[in-house]
């Protein structure tokens, strides 16, 4: 059981090169979040998903497009990197909060620490 | 107006101590209160949450909230080196995926 895993781990992009950042878990959840940490910023939502085939916008979409083809898969792209969006992006899942657990634990990938020269 | 403040810190402080952390949030419609444990270069976890007011103990952390005055906080005693980490506190509403609202974290270092 890997839990939510992200694939590159590290990753540095020159401006305007696109690339796609995989999440994957393997705790059969529903819903699969985008987010990016920045120092003094915290944790910002960029988009999410309540189940395969559907995404949404969160907090900061800008720049960043999403898509969930499979229920274990999310994948973030960038179409045309720039400078601000230098930060560490973490994917995370959960199960809905009506689902009678009791809290609607998220559970983080380790992380994918992106560069844009 | 932000949906949670939370002081950066740094705090540092003696191993043994007692640690409070502290946030304070402006929607009222929020009813659960998580508190994430984030370690250098990983990914956060959950470390307890609360339901509506009231106090929850687990070992040496504590979680308290005040829905009258929209403050939350997380005590922690005897800390230890372990515990050195961002916490990020995150009130939440009722239902709905994009419902959660995090904090920006405080850094706590024990100092062994």
């Known amino acids: 059981n890997a839990g939510v895993t992200q694939t590159p781990k590290f990753r540095v992009l020159k401006t305007g090169q696109s690339m796609t950042l995989l999440c994957a878990q393997d705790m059969n959840h529903e819903y699969m979040y985008w987010y990016r940490q920045d120092p003094g910023m915290g944790l910002r939502l960029i988009h999410y998903s309540v189940g395969e085939g559907t995404t949404a916008k969160g907090e900061v979409p800008d720049g960043y497009n999403v898509s969930r083809l499979k229920k274990q898969n999310f994948l973030l792209g960038l179409e045309s990197a720039a400078p601000s969006q230098t930060s560490v992006y973490f994917c995370?899942?959960?199960?809905?909060?009506?689902?009678?657990?009791?809290?609607?634990?998220?559970?983080f990938g380790p992380g994918t620490r992106l560069t844009v020269l | 107006q932000k949906e949670v403040e939370q002081d950066p810190g740094p705090l540092s402080v003696p191993e043994g101590a007692i640690v409070s952390l502290n946030c304070t949030y402006s929607?009222?419609?929020?009813?659960?209160f998580m508190w994430y444990r984030q370690y250098s270069r990983k990914g956060p976890e959950l470390l307890m949450y609360?339901?509506?007011?009231g106090n929850k103990e687990d070992g040496r952390f504590t979680a308290q909230v005040d829905k009258s005055s929209k403050y939350i906080s997380l005590f922690i005693r005897d800390s230890q080196p372990s515990d050195s980490a961002t916490y990020l506190c995150a009130p939440r509403g009722q239902t709905g995926a994009n419902n959660l609202f995090f904090g920006t974290g405080t850094r706590l270092t024990v100092i062994p």
């Open positions: 995370a899942s959960s199960l809905p909060l009506t689902s009678g657990a009791s809290t609607d634990t998220q559970y």
């Open positions: 929607n009222s419609a929020f009813q659960y």
């Open positions: 609360t339901y509506s007011s």
